[in-house]
């Protein structure tokens, strides 16, 4: 051995790969046999600890020798535990095996640390640098974070470590605001991060809306959306650009159709008598519990749902209570609940309809449009004047006009559509043609929507409009007796 | 209590600037003996780099030229057929000026001793990441012996058509900057996205094809070629500034070569493509001497050789200090290529280096910082600023190293340019420098220059190092074509400490109980 | 494989906890790289061939319940014509001049290399002389006591005299070494910049010094390609 710096020859090298390959493989064997001896034994000394890190080190992923180390040191956190408490031992051998247990713990981190190195994505050893954090006496929370910052930087989608340092966060006690900027460190290197712009929207939920407000306000997603519009403009096929900017869109919506249905609150639309059913009509779908919070009967048997999904289902949006005395209902401007000073309406001669929702939910008039949203219709026609061929700025052009213009921009939402549906993103087909039916039968309710209120009529009428489906009719059930739909 | 120098050894290097000093490592290392002379008390020749108070030492160059009696003394040492063959004292480097134009600040930096803290670069170039030194250091493990810094910000000039003030403007070099950005608006940061994945195409493309794809441009402007891309113009002006500092005057072709090259390197230790010598580019050539002398090379500074023996066309021993070396091989800098053999071309490089306690252009954190000044200049082919500080360990903490280097060609010198660069943020340097750079063209085919006789490369204006180390390789492999040029070494160091440690760990950590 | 007879080997400490550059210097021939041998190989080189082919060798060592590594240098020989360069210098924590007590000029060269020390190293480096060869008992030119004065005019932080023959003090030059080293880094609780374990740098953009080896080794995976 000699520290004259030499150069290998490949035959060399070879040989004593080969050589070195079949010796490991032995070792492995045995060394493996003789753990499980031992811990059948209940032998979790010295020689366990050392052998099982021999082997993890170049397989991090066998779970039940990661576990044998931990019964081991539990077992020795134990003892030190008990040692600490008894009453004839020096504070200095007090200290040096308190001292002991703490090395162990960061030989357990130095271990893994040198298994996610060569391999990043053991589940076993990122769970074991949490159950050591765990039992430190002053865990270094810091450089846990640095490590998981430098695992992302490696590779941004490893969920493993994503989870590792969403538990690291908790256990440090990091506020949103740090995690924030961090999700922006990352945005800031490689916009390209999926991951990173997802940890965003869930930092910036937590830090802005509570109960009180579900929804970020205009200054944020201002801010938020410019953004992201480097990231589109700079890379237009980037789907976490797009894939942010639509949940940007949703958070800041007061419309339905664009946020999913667990976000929308539950409100009456309408409740009408109809000579043998009360029919109530809700935004989202109910139980027959909760009505019963609202209305002036306890009878659970004599209702009727109607849903698209089943014939009797035990949720749905459309109810009706069946009886020749129409009910009464809890104003629903008040808090639902059942006591004396309580106002109860009558639906006897007038049915409660909540015009403004129905308003909202047929576009009947299009919402005040903020300066971002103006400006990010003018990105997006600008992009597509750009890339006449990508699907992301036209469908996102859509979207934004079905929610801020779609009665302005009617014929070009259904354009833009048919565009998408046809050439630019055939894969998605039933989608575009299910958004077209919704833009067409809300045109038409809008056309019949001041007859159907003042009730002119109780006919509903939407002939030859494409429509795939009648999602968003039942809405109208209180107001609508008949329906056409020939020539779809 | 000076040990003798040997009697003979295969190769003698004179001089110890970077190109002999990487020469003298690959001869090493290949197992050839090397003594390694200087004539000065330190290394590097002209690539080296001073403290301001050894800075003076660039001017006091006296030329050694042999007094009668020394020569009948050397004579003397002569055989028969032998000839003595002064060297020359080729004039590489003149035209040496330096001031101090502010004696307060001299006076604070004295009191506190912080002059030995400047490390002033003769030749300041940078590494590209990806490129032939970086390759090189790494091979053959001379990396351990430096660090480095990345410049960390590269700035582009611009001349408002209105006013003429210039203004410089950060140049994002990766995504995230771009991404970062506030300057560029947002379709240019599109195009310059649109024209990053263009190159990277275009890269892995094969070599006839390429040429194809950039039609009747290949050999026209780049300019012209980036319009008919679409890259507006005021984009196209900043790419050619950044792509230029790596290719001045780019065609198409070589544009995109040189633009690919840039990419490359960016990412690879971080957002920039250029790296600098933690303490200056004269570590660099301390750093090839140590692996030389590592691998046996002899060095002896404070040297000077005396003359040549030559012998039928060939130079077959040194003499140095009144004694005779043998030798095969001489490998000398151009500083002392004898003074008959004639010179063909002479191109001249201007330098400027200013100390002052406040950067070009401020920022929150210090930065090394590059500038392509061939758009303030565009007569010559070459022309720019490096800026370096307390990062780099080439300054006091406050203070800042400008260099300026150009190309000496058309009315504009480059210290004129500099001089505008300076007036932007209101920057007073205290300390000034000049010089002129030669680099000389021998006529080799005379016969002169006896056939073994090596010539080592010299300074040229270039950015970075790479040229200089492809050079040194075919010089090598010209002259030693059955040895390896500083091949790939094996980690030596780790293996041997993991075997100590192991016994030592045995020793240390019986079982514990 | 029986385990039983090899030393066992242990759960590991933290990785190292700081790494320090140790340089040698003083005239050729006073036996610095025999030291150096004899600290980390256990072993003593017959004959008195120069240094060739010796850069720099680790051995790490424990300073309490930290685990310390020393990166120690050797000259390479450049020392044999006072051609020692000044990166050598760079950066060193600690340096070692070594001188033979068996050889007087080898003494009487100290100030100049006390000047290169001065010129060229960190103003706050620790400072250890050595006097090397007690083993020739009789052949001494350099009494204890000459040593020992040198060192504290010239404020040395630590002398002491050695044999890499017979270990004499080997051990313990080393180990003052580190120790030393290591009690001044917590006072100032500086993570030296060599410090291997890179999750330690708190910020994803590190602006510490580049060393072209270890980021040679890393690869920035271009992750999360646009294309879904």
């Known amino acids: ?488 | 209590m000076d040990e003798k120098l040997p009697e003979s050894v295969d190769v003698i290097v004179l001089g110890t600037g970077l190109p002999e000093a990487v020469l003298a490592s690959a001869c090493a290392r290949a197992g050839l003996s090397v003594l390694h002379l200087d004539r000065n008390e330190y290394y590097g020749g002209e690539w080296s780099s001073f403290t301001m108070s050894m800075i003076h030492e660039v001017n006091q160059k006296a030329p050694n030229t042999l007094t009668p009696d020394q020569k009948s003394q050397i004579t003397e040492l002569l055989e028969e057929d032998e000839q003595l063959v002064e060297l020359g004292h080729q004039k590489v480097l003149s035209e040496v000026e330096m001031k101090w134009l502010q004696d307060d600040v001299k006076e604070k930096l004295e009191k506190e001793s912080q002059m030995r803290r400047f490390s002033i670069d003769l030749v300041p170039k940078v590494l590209l990441s990806k490129g032939a030194m970086v390759q090189t250091l790494c091979d053959s493990q001379v990396s351990h012996y430096a660090e480095f810094k990345l410049i960390n910000r590269q700035l582009c000039p611009t001349t408002s058509s209105s006013d003429g003030h210039i203004t410089l403007n950060s140049v994002p070099c990766s995504k995230g900057e771009i991404f970062q950005n506030s300057a560029l608006s947002i379709l240019e940061k599109r195009a310059l996205m649109k024209f990053i994945t263009f190159c990277t195409q275009w890269r892995g493309k094969p070599d006839a094809e390429r040429r194809e794809l950039l039609g009747a441009h290949a050999d026209r402007p780049f300019g012209e070629f980036l319009k008919e891309m679409g890259v507006g113009e005021t984009l196209q002006e900043f790419i050619i500034n950044t792509i230029g500092i790596l290719q001045p005057r780019p065609t198409a072709m070589t544009g995109m070569l040189a633009s690919c090259e840039f990419m490359d390197s960016v990412g690879h230790f971080g957002p920039s493509p250029f790296l600098f010598p933690l303490y200056g580019c004269g570590e660099l050539a301390q750093c090839f001497c140590r692996l030389a002398a590592v691998f046996g090379s002899l060095y002896c500074l404070g040297r000077p050789v005396q003359a040549m023996i030559k012998k039928d066309g060939r130079v077959i021993a040194i003499i140095a200090n009144n004694e005779r070396i043998n030798c095969r091989h001489v490998i000398m800098s151009a500083r002392f290529v004898p003074e008959d053999v004639p010179i063909l071309e002479t191109s001249e490089i201007e330098r400027i280096v200013y100390a002052t306690d406040k950067s070009i252009k401020e920022a929150q954190k210090e930065q090394l910082t590059l500038i392509n000044l061939a758009s303030l200049r565009p007569e010559a082919a070459i022309s720019r600023i490096v800026e370096v500080g307390f990062e780099a360990c080439t300054a006091p903490k406050g203070h800042f190293l400008v260099h300026a280097t150009g190309t000496r060609e058309g009315e504009t010198s480059i210290e004129k340019v500099a001089g505008q660069i300076l007036a932007i943020n209101n920057v007073q340097p205290y300390w000034k420098m000049s010089f002129t750079g030669k680099t000389l063209k021998f006529d080799t085919t005379a016969g002169e220059l006896a056939e073994n006789v090596i010539l080592a490369p010299q300074v040229d204006a270039s950015l970075h190092y790479s040229h200089v180390v492809e050079e040194c390789r075919e010089i090598f492999c010209k002259n030693w074509p059955d040895l390896d040029f500083l091949p790939r070494t094996i980690k030596n160091d780790e293996e041997n400490e993991e075997e100590v440690e192991k016994t030592a760990t045995g020793e240390e950590n019986q079982v514990e109980n | 494989m029986n385990n039983s007879n090899r030393p066992v080997r242990l759960h590991w400490m933290e990785d190292y906890k700081y790494l320090f550059k140790v340089v040698l210097v003083g005239n050729a021939g006073v036996g610095k790289t025999c030291l150096v041998r004899k600290f980390t190989q256990g072993i003593f080189p017959p004959g008195q061939s120069a240094t060739i082919g010796v850069d720099f060798m680790i051995k790490t060592v424990k300073v309490g319940n930290d685990k310390i590594k020393l990166q120690i240098w050797d000259t390479a020989g450049q020392e044999r014509f006072r051609s020692i360069t000044q990166s050598y210098y760079r950066s060193a924590h600690a340096i070692v001049l070594v001188y033979d007590v068996s050889c007087q000029p080898s003494f009487d060269c100290l100030p100049e290399w006390l000047g290169e020390i001065e010129s060229y190293a960190n103003r706050r480096v620790l400072k250890i002389l050595v006097g090397n060869k007690v083993d020739k008992g009789d052949e001494r030119e350099v009494p204890e006591r000459i040593g020992t004065d040198f060192s504290d005019v010239n404020h040395f932080d630590y002398f002491l005299e050695t044999s890499a023959l017979d270990a004499t003090n080997v051990d313990q030059l080393f180990e003052q070494v580190a120790t030393r080293l290591t009690n001044d880094m917590k006072v100032t609780d500086e993570r030296v910049h060599q410090y291997r374990a890179d999750a330690t740098n708190s910020s994803a953009n590190s602006s510490g010094p580049i060393k072209l080896i270890d980021r040679a080794q890393t690869q920035l995976n271009s992750c999360c390609s646009s294309r879904q």
């Open chain 1, 1 to 488: 051995m000699h520290f004259v710096k030499k150069v290998p020859t490949s035959e060399q090298e070879k040989a004593a790969k080969r050589k070195e390959h079949e010796k490991r493989a032995q070792q492995f064997l045995r060394v493996r046999d003789r753990i499980v001896a031992k811990r059948d034994k209940g032998e979790y000394d010295e020689e366990i600890l050392s052998l099982t890190q021999q082997i993890l080190e170049k397989n991090a992923d066998i779970y039940t020798f990661w576990n044998i180390r931990r019964t081991a040191i539990e077992q020795r956190i134990e003892a030190n535990r008990n040692y600490l408490l008894e009453l004839d031992v020096l504070d200095e051998e007090k200290a040096k095996s308190a001292q002991k247990v703490e090395n162990l713990l960061a030989g357990e981190l130095f271990l893994s640390y040198e298994c996610i190195k060569s391999n990043p994505k053991s589940y076993s050893a990122w769970y074991q640098r949490a159950w050591v954090l765990q039992r430190q006496a002053n865990p270094d929370y810091v450089k846990e974070l640095a490590l998981c910052e430098k695992a992302l930087q490696m590779d941004c989608r490893n969920f493993h470590c994503w989870d590792h340092r969403r538990t690291v966060s908790r256990m440090a006690k990091r506020t949103e605001e740090q995690e924030l900027e961090f999700s922006n460190r990352l945005i800031e290197e490689n916009f390209s991060n999926y991951s990173a712009w997802h940890y965003r929207s869930i930092a910036l939920t937590k830090i802005h809306c509570d109960e009180k407000s579900v929804k970020l306000d205009d200054s944020i997603l201002a801010a938020e959306l410019q953004k992201v519009k480097n990231a589109f403009y700079m890379d237009a096929d980037d789907q976490s650009a797009w894939t942010y900017t639509r949940w940007l869109l949703e958070n800041g919506s007061g419309k339905e159709f664009l946020r999913p249905e667990s976000c929308t609150p539950i409100q009456l639309i309408s409740a009408s008598f109809h000579g043998t059913n009360t029919t109530l009509v809700f935004t989202r779908a109910v139980t027959v519990p909760y009505i019963l919070t609202l209305v002036d009967t306890d009878d659970e048997t004599s209702w009727r749902g109607f849903s698209s999904t089943s014939p009797s289902p035990t949720s749905a949006r459309v109810w009706q209570y069946v009886s020749d005395t129409p009910l009464q209902i809890a104003n629903p401007l008040e808090t639902p609940e059942k006591s004396e000073n309580f106002a109860w309406m009558s639906l006897t001669d007038t049915p409660y309809v909540n015009v403004a929702k129905l308003k909202m939910i047929f576009d009947v008039e299009e919402p005040k449009e903020p300066a971002f949203i103006q400006e990010l219709l003018e990105d997006c026609r600008q992009l597509i004047e750009l890339e006449p061929k990508n699907k992301w700025p036209l469908y996102m052009r859509s979207l934004v006009l079905m929610e801020y213009r779609p009665i302005r921009s009617h014929s070009e939402i259904v354009d833009n559509l048919k565009l998408l549906a046809e050439s630019l993103d055939t894969k998605r087909v039933e989608l575009y043609k299910s958004l077209i039916s919704r833009q067409k039968l809300n045109f038409s309710i809008r056309e019949q929507f001041a007859r159907l209120l003042s009730h002119e009529s109780d006919e509903l009428v939407v002939r030859y409009s494409e429509l795939t489906s009648l999602e968003g009719v039942e809405f109208l059930a209180g107001l609508v007796g008949s329906a056409d739909f020939s020539g779809n």
